[in-house]
């Protein structure tokens, strides 16, 4: 099992730029997909980014495409998400996740997940 934490999260004024890492531990990722999902209060959690074990192709939701990049740097075992033009909407608390089945809009397709990280987007 490989252990996450996500940082970077925070307050940030609509149209700012935020990064949020995800460190893992325990096991190298570099066979693992890497997902990065959102959850705002009231509302499920719901896909954000993800990107395949080897860093060549990633995926976006449409609210995020354009504004968004998912990246990782398999020799530092670290996942991020790179954040621009944030709106209020974006306001969630921010999970990694790692799964083993390739990359995935689904939840349950992603075995271990951080704690998660805070942003706020003031308006």
């Known amino acids: 099992q490989v252990q996450l934490v996500e940082s970077g999260g925070g307050l940030v004024q609509a149209g700012g730029s935020l990064r949020l890492s995800c460190a893992a531990s325990?096991?190298?990722?570099?066979?693992?997909?890497m997902g990065w999902f959102r959850q705002a209060p009231g509302k499920e959690r719901e896909f954000v980014a993800t990107?395949?074990?080897?860093?060549?192709?990633?995926y976006y939701a449409t609210s995020v495409k354009g504004r968004f990049t998912i990246s990782r740097d398999n020799a530092k075992n670290t996942v991020y998400l790179q954040m621009n033009s944030l709106k209020p909407e974006d306001t969630a608390v921010y999970y990694c996740?790692?799964?083993?089945?390739?990359?995935?809009?689904?939840?349950?397709?992603?075995?271990?997940w951080g704690q998660g990280t805070q942003v706020t987007v003031s308006s």
């Open positions: 990107i395949t074990s080897s860093g060549g192709s990633t």
């Open positions: 996740a790692a799964g083993t089945s390739g990359p995935s809009i689904m939840r349950g397709q992603f075995g271990s």
């Open positions: 325990g096991r190298t990722i570099s066979s693992y997909a």
